[in-house]
C-alpha cells in the first residue's frame, strides 16, 4: 500500500491514466468535482486534495454511507443511483475478496485503490452532476451519484 504524497505525482498519474471510456451522465454535462480521502488501511486516491485522512480504529464514517461488496466477478450494488449533497461527505464501504481499483468519474476523474477486506474511502463533491462509480476490471457500474 502506498499514498502518493506530491501533487507532481498525482499529475503525473492522471496523464499517464488518461481517459477511462465515456462515462455518460443523465441529467448534466460536468460530473461533479471531487476531493477524497481513503481511511481503514485504504490507499488515498489520485485526484483533487484529500478531504481527510487516515484514521485509526473504529472511527464511524463521515456522511452517507454505502456499502459495496466486490466478490470474484460481481458486484452489489451494480447501477444502483443515489442522490447525494454538494460538500456531502460520502463513505463507500468496499468488502472485496482481492484487492483492486475503482474508477469516480468526478472533475478529476480518480482512481481508488481497495484492499482485500474492508476498506473505507471518502468522497466529497464540490460541482453538481452525475458521478459514475466504476470497476473496469469487471467493467461494470457500481453507482451513479447524482450530486446537487
Known amino acids: 500500500m502506498r499514498l502518493l504524497a506530491s501533487s507532481a505525482a498525482l499529475t503525473c498519474v492522471l496523464l499517464l491514466a488518461g481517459g ?6 443523465v441529467s ?8 477524497s480521502s481513503a481511511t481503514t488501511g485504504a490507499t488515498e486516491g ?11 480504529g473504529s472511527e464511524e464514517p463521515a456522511g452517507t ?4 461488496t466486490i466478490e470474484g466477478d460481481t458486484v452489489s ?3 444502483q443511483r443515489l442522490p447525494v449533497s454538494l460538500d456531502e461527505t460520502v463513505t463507500l464501504e ?6 483492486g481499483e475503482i474508477h469516480v468519474h468526478s472533475t478529476p476523474e480518480q482512481e481508488l485503490e481497495y484492499d482485500e ?8 463533491f464540490e460541482q453538481p452532476g452525475v458521478v459514475e462509480v466504476e470497476s473496469h476490471d469487471l467493467g461494470l457500474t457500481i ?6
Open 143 to 148: 453507482l451513479q451519484l447524482e450530486v446537487s
Open 77 to 79: 450494488p451494480e447501477a
Open 117 to 124: 477486506g474492508t476498506t473505507d474511502l471518502e468522497l466529497t
Open 28 to 35: 448534466d454535462d460536468t460530473p461533479g468535482a471531487a476531493t
Open 46 to 56: 489520485a485526484g483533487a486534495s484529500p478531504s481527510g485522512s487516515a484514521s485509526e
Open 65 to 68: 454511507v454505502v456499502p459495496i
Open 20 to 25: 477511462c471510456g465515456d462515462a455518460e451522465t
Open 94 to 99: 468496499i468488502t472485496a475478496d482481492a484487492p
